[in-house]
Structure formats: C-alpha cells, structure tokens
C-alpha cells in the first residue's frame, strides 16, 4: 500500500473535524488514515492553529538551510583544493585534473566553471586548427611575383583563384608568421615657389617648349627622346633620341640648332630639366 504524506494544514483540518464532532471511525474512513494516527496527531497538534505550526516550522527550515549553504561551502573549498586554484594553468593544461576532481568529488562542470569564474564553453573547446602551409606558400610565391602587391591585393588575388579565406587570416599569415610588408615610397617634396603665367604665343619663333619622352624597345630596353616644340606653329625642329640624354647633351643640342635659327625669347620646361 502507497504511504500518504499530510501536510500541516490538511492534520489541522482533520483535527477542526473531530472537534466539530465528526467520529474517529469516520474520519478515518474519509481520509484512509488509522486510529492510531488519528491520536497521535490529536497529541502532537492539539490547540495549535495553522499559523503556529508555519512559525514553528520556519525556524527549522532556516536551520536546514543554513546547514545546506555550510556544505555547499565546504564542498566548493574541497573542489578548489582538489584543482588546485592558485596554479591554474587555463582549461586547456588544466582539463585532465579538473575532470579527476569532479568525478571524484561528485560535483558537476557547471558548478565547478561557477567557482572559477570559467566559462563552460571555454572549457569544451576543442581547437580546429589547419595546416596553412600550402597557403603561406602561395602568399609568399604572390608577393615574390608582384613587388608591389600588398596584403589587401593578395587577399583579392587569392579571392579570385578559388580560395575560402577571409582577409583576417591573410593579414595573419602575411604580417605575422611570413613577415612580409610593402615599402611605402615617400612622396617627393617640391619647393614652394610662386606660379607664372606661361606666356602665350603671338608669333612663330618666339617661345619653344622642350620635354622628354620615354618609352622602350621590343627588347625592354628605355630609351629617352627630347622634344621641343613651337606652341604658336606646332613646329617641331628637334627631337633627339637616345639611351640616356644628360644636361650636357641638351646644352649641345641647342646650340647646334639655334646656329641655324634665331634665339627664342622663351623656353618652357618643366621640373625634369
């Protein structure tokens, strides 16, 4: 037979009915209890109402509960004992242990993250790590191709030939494991210097403007041409090609051609010559 539990109030309220004149066979047949149980309610609770028995009540379930704060206390101390708080070394070092004491110890995960102020996904992590050497050897065959490529263009460079990379992790293996980077080429400083009005040209023979031009071969060899051009007629009474034309050279060009020709009033050059 299945034993019935009764609360206080529900002994109170068989005990209002045995005052109120209800018998006790009766009673025991409506509530499937015994004599005996009927009397020794009736000795244990007799003249208390339902407020004095919560109040008596109270004081042990305060007793209780601090009895169960001490053993959790005592039991959290044991744990961290057990794992050795002051040389914790991380989840990672540390998991073999910290799996040993709560098995032995009989305290779950959860509870001993809480005491170490872990968090439980931290403790499961499992590390994905991936060889990338087969990527840092194409970062590095990118860079040694285009001098001028850097992490940015080598990321969109390896974007478009297939690879699921993110750019995170380019930056990572180009800047920190590869230790490469691009030169930046400092911007050449002019001298501030106030601007002239070119003059404009009313008669042939009067202004001549001279320029270099360059430009290679089949072979890739440079070569340098030297210009000069009549802005007012569009004549052009020179152009000199060589492999290199140094200051000395242009000083000879113009005096051979202003032997066959009057001075000009004006040359135009720019900042080369």
Not at 9 to 21: C, H, P
Not at 60 to 80: G, K, S, T
Request: proline share 4%.
């Amino acid at each position: 037979m299945t034993r019935t539990w009764h609360t206080e109030e529900q002994i109170l309220a068989v005990l209002k009915d045995a005052q109120a004149g209800t018998g006790v066979p009766e009673l025991c047949r409506k509530h499937g209890i015994s004599d005996a149980t009927v009397y020794k309610w009736r000795a244990k609770y007799s003249g208390l109402e339902v407020s004095h028995v919560l109040g008596l009540r109270q004081p042990e379930d305060e007793n209780r509960r601090l009895q169960q704060m001490v053993a959790d206390q005592a039991l959290d101390i044991q744990a961290l004992n057990a794992i050795n708080a002051k040389n914790w070394q991380g989840p990672r070092r540390s998991e073999r242990r910290l799996r040993g004491s709560t098995e032995r110890l009989g305290i779950s995960q959860r509870r001993v993250c809480r005491l170490l102020t872990l968090d439980r996904q931290t403790l499961r992590y499992r590390s994905r790590c991936h060889d990338d050497e087969v990527l840092r050897t194409r970062i590095r065959e990118i860079a040694e191709s285009k001098r001028r490529y850097g992490c940015p263009r080598i990321y969109v460079r390896l974007r478009r030939e297939g690879w699921r990379v993110n750019h995170k992790k380019v930056e990572r293996l180009y800047y920190r494991d590869e230790g490469l980077s691009l030169r930046h080429r400092r911007r050449k400083k002019l001298a501030a210097v106030p601007r002239i009005a070119l003059p404009r040209p009313t008669q042939p023979g009067r202004c001549y403007a001279l320029d270099f031009v360059h430009d290679r071969l089949v072979t890739g060899r440079r070569y340098t041409c030297l210009t000069m051009t009549d802005p007012c007629s569009k004549e052009v009474p020179v152009i000199e090609v060589e492999v290199s034309i140094g200051g000395a050279r242009v000083c000879r060009i113009l005096d051979r051609l202003f032997l066959s020709r009057p001075l000009p009033e004006t040359l135009i050059v720019d900042n080369v010559l």
